[in-house]
């Protein structure tokens, strides 16, 4: 066992949480105010020595960058939200914020979700190399390469169609619309177990922590 | 209380149990399961094996500690791979943990090769602004991070000559448990930049990026402690994601069992109930 205080200290934490699996208690409540006070504070120091001196107070009043006048102004503003009479002010800051976000990410959201996927998607309809592949090495893996493209390229089309509503889902239409449910289906189900496979991972981490570092048994 | 009620009902703190055991037991007493390696792992490091030595490897750190379990094995075996192989290393972090964790990755490896802070591996610390940061990166490195994680200005690292932007940069690696990470790299250093770009996610987020992968957006992907693990199969270094993977194993063996079980259970009572 180990005789590293910090190690102890992270180690009776990280049970005082796992305590509230089995029932809320002190010592979660303890452990939890712990971390949301600290946390507070690690942020706010955090922000001013790593954002605000370097990127406001630095320039504007050490370096005497009077473009830097702007920012300041607009982020006084954002403050005047805590305020009830001039709150109407922190709107304009926020506007800039949200103005400025869209037009920049307009353009490289477009070209990386849609021009390259789509392209992705229309130019590989048919993988020959993998179906050469097939057939020369016949089997379970080399078969899933070759069908692969084409099950995208069917869930991607099945998966509009589900998505299209001024058409009733019934007759051809519906059955493809509800092929494209099954795709989706199919792919909360992979979303669902990456996250299991997530949670579970961090479980491991903690108890590797334990029976590692502090026990020092593995 | 039929058998069927019983188990409809069933103490929750039971299953905790039984999964914390089959976590736990496996750590104990290794099984020693063989760690298969998937095409995108092996992408990744095919994508760092093609690199000549003496490149340079952008790494960007954007987790904290809490997805250390998942992130960080990968942190630490891709530093060894680019250290084995003579790349030099300019990390920064977009996410202001990132930071630290990366540079205790890189001083732990650096010991072990041999390597000199600031001529072969350089850490310039953490920047606000997340996908704005990676543009302003692709228009002057120098201007945008003056400065090292410790504040100490850049002109005096010798690794730092002639790095000007992404022309200067053979390949950037992202390390993400969220946002700004992977995407926001593949939005603008592959897409606006066409630099090659591959990624270490946390699993949660690992599906969102597969169609990256397959549209050439990113050349490799490790996703998760599973993904680490088999990164470090092929390394020929056993690590902490390698230890964890017996557990993960056995826990997701329980949770299928779990799933069936309690299916069963539920129609059965659905029928009795009939």
Same mark, same amino acid.
Request: aromatic share 16%; proline share 4%; glycine share 8%.
């Given at each position: 066992?180990?005789?590293?205080?910090?190690?102890?200290?992270?180690?009776?934490?990280?049970?005082?949480?796992? *305590?509230?699996?089995?029932?809320?208690?002190?010592?979660?409540?303890?452990?939890?105010? #712990?971390?949301?006070?600290? *946390?507070?504070?690690?942020?706010?120091?955090?922000?001013?020595?790593?954002?605000?001196?370097?990127?406001?107070?630095?320039?504007?009043?050490?370096?005497?960058? #009077?473009?830097?006048?702007?920012?300041?102004?607009?982020?006084?503003?954002?403050?005047?939200?805590?305020?009830?009479?001039?709150?109407?002010?922190?709107?304009?800051?926020?506007?800039?914020?949200?103005?400025?976000?869209?037009?920049?990410? !307009?353009?490289?959201?477009?070209?990386?979700?849609?021009?390259?996927?789509?392209?992705?998607?229309?130019?590989?309809?048919?993988?020959? *190399?993998?179906?050469?592949?097939?057939?020369?090495?016949?089997?379970?893996?080399? !078969?899933?390469?070759?069908?692969?493209?084409?099950?995208?390229?069917?869930?991607?089309?099945?998966? #509009?169609?589900?998505?299209?509503?001024?058409?009733?889902?019934?007759?051809? !239409?519906?059955?493809?619309?509800?092929?494209?449910?099954? !795709?989706?289906?199919?792919?909360?189900?992979?979303?669902?177990?990456?996250?299991?496979?997530?949670?579970? *991972?961090?479980?491991?981490?903690?108890?590797?922590?334990?029976?590692?570092?502090?026990?020092?048994?593995? | 209380?039929?058998?069927?009620?019983?188990?409809?009902?069933?103490?929750?703190?039971?299953?905790?149990?039984?999964?914390?055991?089959?976590?736990?037991? &496996?750590?104990?007493?290794?099984?020693?399961?063989?760690?298969?390696?998937?095409?995108?792992?092996?992408?990744?490091?095919?994508?760092?094996?093609?690199?000549?030595?003496?490149?340079?490897?952008?790494?960007?750190?954007? %987790? @904290?500690? /809490?997805? +250390? &379990?998942?992130?960080?094995?990968?942190?630490?075996?891709?530093?060894?791979?680019?250290?084995? =192989? @003579?790349? =030099?290393?300019?990390?920064?972090?977009?996410?202001?943990?990132?930071?630290?964790?990366?540079?205790?990755?890189?001083?732990?490896?650096?010991?072990?090769?041999?390597?000199? %802070?600031?001529?072969?591996?350089?850490?310039?610390?953490?920047?606000?602004?997340?996908?704005?940061?990676?543009?302003? +990166?692709?228009?002057?490195?120098?201007?945008?991070?003056?400065?090292?994680?410790?504040?100490?200005?850049?002109?005096?690292?010798?690794? +730092?000559?002639?790095?000007?932007?992404?022309?200067?940069?053979?390949?950037?690696?992202?390390?993400?448990?969220?946002? &700004?990470?992977?995407?926001?790299?593949?939005?603008?250093?592959?897409?606006?930049?066409? =630099?090659?770009?591959?990624?270490?996610?946390?699993?949660?987020?690992?599906?969102?990026?597969?169609?990256?992968? @397959?549209?050439?957006?990113?050349?490799?992907?490790?996703?998760?402690?599973?993904?680490?693990?088999? %990164?470090?199969?092929?390394?020929?270094?056993?690590?902490?994601? /390698?230890?964890?993977?017996?557990?993960? /194993?056995?826990?997701?063996?329980?949770?299928?069992?779990?799933?069936?079980?309690?299916?069963?259970?539920?129609?059965?009572?659905?029928?009795? =109930?009939?």
């Amino acid at each position: 066992m180990t005789t590293d205080i910090g190690t102890w200290i992270a180690a009776l934490l990280t049970l005082c949480i796992f *305590s509230f699996l089995y029932r809320d208690n002190p010592f979660y409540k303890f452990a939890e105010h #712990l971390f949301v006070g600290i *946390s507070a504070a690690y942020w706010v120091c955090y922000y001013i020595y790593n954002i605000l001196i370097p990127n406001l107070y630095n320039p504007l009043f050490i370096q005497g960058q #009077l473009l830097f006048i702007i920012p300041l102004i607009l982020g006084v503003m954002m403050l005047m939200r805590l305020f009830p009479q001039p709150a109407w002010m922190s709107r304009f800051p926020l506007a800039f914020i949200v103005g400025t976000y869209a037009g920049y990410n !307009f353009i490289t959201y477009l070209q990386t979700y849609a021009i390259d996927q789509v392209r992705a998607t229309m130019v590989r309809v048919v993988d020959v *190399s993998a179906w050469q592949e097939f057939f020369a090495h016949p089997g379970v893996v080399s !078969f899933f390469n070759a069908i692969a493209i084409p099950v995208v390229v069917v869930g991607v089309i099945t998966g #509009l169609i589900y998505f299209f509503f001024s058409r009733e889902h019934k007759g051809v !239409f519906g059955g493809l619309a509800r092929t494209g449910v099954w !795709f989706l289906m199919i792919a909360f189900g992979a979303s669902f177990g990456y996250t299991v496979m997530a949670r579970i *991972s961090l479980l491991i981490g903690r108890l590797y922590f334990l029976l590692h570092d502090w026990l020092q048994l593995i | 209380m039929s058998i069927v009620e019983r188990f409809e009902t069933i103490d929750r703190r039971i299953i905790f149990f039984l999964i914390f055991l089959a976590v736990i037991v &496996p750590l104990l007493f290794p099984i020693g399961l063989k760690i298969e390696v998937s095409e995108p792992v092996r992408m990744f490091y095919n994508t760092i094996e093609e690199l000549e030595a003496g490149s340079f490897v952008l790494i960007s750190a954007e %987790y @904290d500690p /809490s997805t +250390m &379990p998942e992130v960080y094995p990968m942190n630490e075996a891709l530093v060894k791979h680019c250290f084995a =192989k @003579d790349l =030099k290393i300019v990390s920064i972090g977009l996410w202001p943990q990132g930071v630290s964790l990366n540079q205790t990755a890189m001083e732990q490896a650096a010991g072990q090769y041999g390597k000199e %802070y600031g001529a072969d591996f350089i850490n310039l610390g953490y920047k606000a602004g997340g996908i704005v940061v990676i543009s302003a +990166m692709g228009e002057d490195i120098p201007t945008t991070f003056p400065q090292d994680y410790a504040l100490r200005p850049i002109e005096q690292y010798g690794i +730092m000559e002639g790095i000007e932007n992404f022309d200067n940069i053979d390949l950037i690696v992202s390390l993400s448990a969220g946002d &700004p990470g992977v995407r926001e790299w593949v939005m603008i250093a592959q897409g606006r930049y066409r =630099k090659d770009v591959i990624g270490g996610v946390t699993a949660v987020s690992a599906p969102a990026f597969y169609p990256f992968l @397959d549209a050439g957006q990113l050349k490799g992907l490790i996703g998760g402690m599973k993904g680490a693990a088999e %990164y470090e199969t092929l390394l020929g270094q056993i690590g902490t994601a /390698s230890a964890g993977m017996d557990a993960q /194993s056995v826990a997701h063996g329980m949770i299928i069992f779990f799933i069936i079980f309690a299916n069963f259970f539920y129609f059965l009572g659905k029928r009795r =109930k009939r």
